[in-house]
T-cell receptor, first 112, second 112 residues
Framework: KAGVTQTPRYLIKTRGQQVTLSCSPI?????VSWYQQTPGQGLQFLFE???????NKGNFPGRFSGRQFSNSRSEMNVSTLELGDSALYLC???????????FGQGTRLTVV | QQQVKQSPQSLIVQKGGISIINCAYE??????FPWYQQFPGKGPALLIA?????SEKKEGRFTISFNKSAKQFSLHIMDSQPGDSATYFC???????????FGTGTSLTVIP
């Protein structure tokens, strides 16, 4: 069974640009969550989608957005990039609430 | 406010020794407590998890001890190996919760 796939693995963007990251969950998993990981703040919750609906959102500015498609694949978008957005962005997939969550390899975003 | 507190921040153990990482939580609604292992450049991998209806769960060399009254849980790695050198994160979530709350991580180094 294939794991959680995140693309691209690495990105370098310039301040002010926007970026889109993609996540393909494990087959049969309908819940996709996104987390930002930085050395200073650790793993912080961005948002969670289930069946194309955002069910919860963390404490991040509106520049961070996401969506989920009918096949459960999810994308997150960050607009007007800032240097502080440099981080490892992780996607987690699970069947639904209360079940195990499995992470992808992450997308390493560097904003210069 | 840190929902899950993890200690120590770093740990150095001799090969064959026991590694112990501790976590504490406040929210009594939490009812699922996983541990993740993360190697550099990789996403967190689910290691072992426990629910509060049991006080201990063992999988191979890894054991979770859970103390519901104290709201604490810990990971014990028996016969620690150099290949166990990684960062370990505890986490907690509620059955109806959308997000995981992560500890700040413990960097484990196992010396040959």
């Amino acid at each position: 069974k294939a794991g959680v796939t995140q693309t691209p693995r690495y990105l370098i963007k310039t301040r002010g640009q926007q970026v889109t990251l993609s996540c393909s969950p494990i087959s049969g998993h309908r819940s996709v969550s996104w987390y930002q990981q930085t050395p200073g703040q650790g793993l912080q919750f961005l948002f969670e989608y289930f069946s194309e609906t955002q069910r919860n959102k963390g404490n991040f500015p509106g520049r961070f957005s996401g969506r989920q498609f009918s096949n459960s694949r999810s994308e997150m978008n960050v607009s007007t990039l800032e240097l502080g957005d440099s981080a490892l962005y992780l996607c987690a997939s699970r069947i639904d609430l209360g079940t195990e969550a499995f992470f992808g390899q992450g997308t390493r975003l560097t904003v210069v | 406010q840190q929902q899950v507190k993890q200690s120590p921040q770093s740990l150095i153990v001799q090969k064959g020794g026991i590694s112990i990482i501790n976590c504490a939580y406040e929210n009594t609604a939490f009812d699922y407590f996983p541990w993740y292992q993360q190697f550099p450049g990789k996403g967190p991998a689910l290691l072992i998890a426990i629910r509060p209806d049991v006080s201990e769960k063992k999988e191979g060399r890894f054991t979770i001890s859970f103390n519901k009254s104290a709201k604490q849980f810990s990971l014990h790695i028996m016969d620690s190996q150099p290949g166990d050198s990684a960062t370990y994160f505890c986490a907690a979530t509620a059955r109806t919760g959308n997000q995981f709350y992560f500890g700040t991580g413990t960097s484990l180094t196992v010396i040959p």
